[in-house]
């Protein structure tokens, strides 16, 4: 068990001499602004800073750049779709408006009937023309009175004409 004792004991020096040694590596390298570096180390870092300052300036600049073209890329597809949704409004409207007149066509119906034909699909706007077309037709066409009918002949007189209209 000593034995144990010892090279756990061994290995607890050893680990605490290279944490030291890691220490001391450190320490000599340091922060180079804490050591004493000469003019011409201190121009070379006060270099690399201006360098790296001027290097996320640049990568910020960049990627405002980068945000504003993938904004306008994408009001670009935006307009894009609307237009496309507009177009497509557009062609079903006008598919709509051509199967409305088509079959007021078909019906016989114009002017005033045609305005009041109005539907969503095929089948409704059928029954509604078919519907509308019976209530707009006259049973045995429009009637005129006297037509067909012969004029009595003239009357001699006006009192014998009087008498007739009085009678009728």
Known sequence: MSDTTTQAGGEQQQTAEQTATT????????????????????????????????????????????????????????????RADAAEKALQATQSESLRLTIASKHGLTG??????????????????????????APGGPVVPGVGKTPAAAPENTNDWLRNLAKH
């Open 23 to 82: 220490t001391e590596q450190q320490q000599k390298q340091g922060d180079p602004a804490n050591a004493d570096l000469g003019d011409a180390g201190k121009k070379a870092i006060a270099a690399e800073r201006d360098a790296r300052k001027a290097a996320e300036k640049t990568a910020a600049d960049l990627k405002a750049q980068l945000d504003k073209i993938e904004q306008a890329n994408l009001s670009d597809l935006e307009k894009a779709q609307k």
């Open 112 to 137: 005033d009937a045609v305005d009041l034909l109005h539907g969503s699909d095929e089948a409704e706007l059928e029954a509604r023309a078919a519907r509308i077309a019976a209530l707009t037709k």
